[in-house]
C-alpha cells in the first residue's frame, strides 16, 4: 500500500480466509469470499494464504482525512450491495486491454461505486452525514431536469443557499459542480447504452440536463478525455472487436 496515495479508502474481495493489519495495528481477519471496505490512514499489510484476492483503492481526499491523528483505520465486512456490485464489475475488466476511452468510463463506474459504499460506512456511524447523503441521492434521482439547480435543491430541504454551499464545501466540492458531473456520468452511460445507438449525441445531451451543446462538449471532453462521439465509437469498436474474436473462437472449436 506503500505506493498508493494516502490516506485511501480500500475495498476487496478474497478466495480464501485472509487477514488485514491496518497502520501498523493487529491483524484482523476476513471471511473467504466476503467483501470487505478498510479506510487506511499510514499503510495496510494483506496476507491471504492461497486463491486470489481483488483490490480497489481510491485516495480519500474528504476534508481532515489526511491531517495527523484525524480519524483512524477502519474495517467493514458488513454486507452492502454497492461494494458487492464494486467487486463484481473489477473482476470483470482485470485483465482486459480496454481502449482509453472505455477504460475511463469504467473507472469511472468504478470510483462512483466506491465513493457510494464509503459514504454509506460513514453514515452508520457518528458524524455521519444523513442529510448530506439525501441530497446526493436527491441530484442522483433529478439531476436531468434541466430547471435542476441550487435553488431547487435549496427549496427541496428547507435550506438556504449558503448553507448548502457550506455543507459540499465540507466534502470538497460545490453543489453546481456535482449536478455537472451527476449529468456527465448519465451522458457517458446513455452513450455506451446500445439501446441509444440511433439517438444523437445532442439529443443524449439534452436527455441528461444540459441545455447547450458546446458547454456539454467542453465538459464532456475534459471528463472523459474525447469529444461524445469519439467516445461512443471507440466503445462500439471495441464491443466490436470482442463479438468478432468471440464469433472466431465458436467457429474454431466448431
Keep these: 500500500m506503500t505506493a498508493l496515495e494516502l490516506p485511501l479508502t480500500l475495498a476487496g474481495r478474497a478466495s480464501e480466509s485472509s487477514t488485514i493489519a491496518l497502520d501498523q495495528g493487529p491483524a484482523q481477519p476476513i471471511p473467504a469470499n466476503v467483501p470487505f471496505l478498510a479506510t487506511v490512514r499510514r499503510g495496510a499489510d494483506i496476507r491471504f494464504p492461497a486463491g486470489s484476492v481483488i483490490l480497489v483503492a481510491a485516495p480519500d481526499r474528504t476534508?481532515?482525512?489526511?491531517?495527523?491523528?484525524?480519524?483512524?483505520?477502519?474495517?467493514?465486512?458488513?454486507?452492502?450491495?454497492?461494494?458487492?456490485?464494486?467487486?463484481?464489475?473489477?473482476?470483470?475488466?482485470?485483465?482486459?486491454?480496454?481502449?482509453?476511452?472505455?477504460?475511463?468510463?469504467?473507472?469511472?463506474?468504478?470510483?462512483?461505486?466506491?465513493s457510494v459504499a464509503r459514504e454509506d460506512e460513514?453514515?452508520?456511524?457518528?458524524?455521519?452525514?444523513?442529510?448530506?447523503?439525501?441530497i446526493l441521492a436527491d441530484i442522483a434521482a433529478n439531476c436531468r431536469q434541466q430547471d435542476y439547480?441550487?435553488?431547487?435543491?435549496?427549496?427541496?430541504?428547507?435550506?438556504?443557499?449558503?448553507?448548502?454551499?457550506?455543507?459540499?464545501?465540507?466534502?470538497?466540492?460545490?453543489?453546481?459542480?456535482?449536478?455537472?458531473?451527476?449529468?456527465?456520468?448519465?451522458?457517458?452511460?446513455?452513450?455506451?447504452?446500445?439501446?441509444?445507438?440511433a439517438k444523437k449525441v445532442s439529443d443524449i445531451a439534452f436527455e441528461a440536463g444540459f441545455n447547450d451543446i458546446a458547454t456539454f462538449n467542453r465538459l464532456f471532453?475534459?471528463?472523459?478525455?474525447?469529444?461524445?462521439?469519439?467516445?461512443?465509437?471507440?466503445?462500439?469498436?471495441?464491443?466490436?472487436?470482442?463479438?468478432?474474436?468471440?464469433?472466431?473462437?465458436?467457429?474454431?472449436t466448431g
Design 122 to 134: 460513514l453514515g452508520g456511524q457518528p458524524g455521519g452525514d444523513h442529510l448530506f447523503r439525501d
Design 149 to 197: 439547480g441550487v435553488a431547487q435543491v435549496a427549496q427541496r430541504y428547507k435550506l438556504n443557499v449558503r448553507t448548502l454551499q457550506k455543507m459540499f464545501q465540507k466534502h470538497g466540492t460545490t453543489l453546481r459542480e456535482h449536478i455537472t458531473t451527476a449529468r456527465l456520468k448519465y451522458a457517458g452511460a446513455a452513450l455506451l447504452d446500445p439501446v441509444n445507438a
Design 63 to 114: 476534508p481532515g482525512a489526511g491531517a495527523a491523528g484525524a480519524g483512524g483505520s477502519a474495517l467493514s465486512t458488513t454486507p452492502d450491495a454497492s461494494v458487492e456490485l464494486l467487486i463484481t464489475q473489477a473482476q470483470c475488466i482485470v485483465g482486459r486491454d480496454l481502449p482509453p476511452a472505455l477504460a475511463r468510463a469504467c473507472e469511472a463506474g468504478l470510483l462512483a461505486l466506491l
Design 221 to 252: 471532453r475534459r471528463t472523459f478525455g474525447r469529444a461524445p462521439s469519439a467516445f461512443r465509437t471507440e466503445a462500439n469498436q471495441a464491443t466490436a472487436g470482442v463479438a468478432r474474436a468471440e464469433e472466431a473462437d465458436v467457429s474454431q
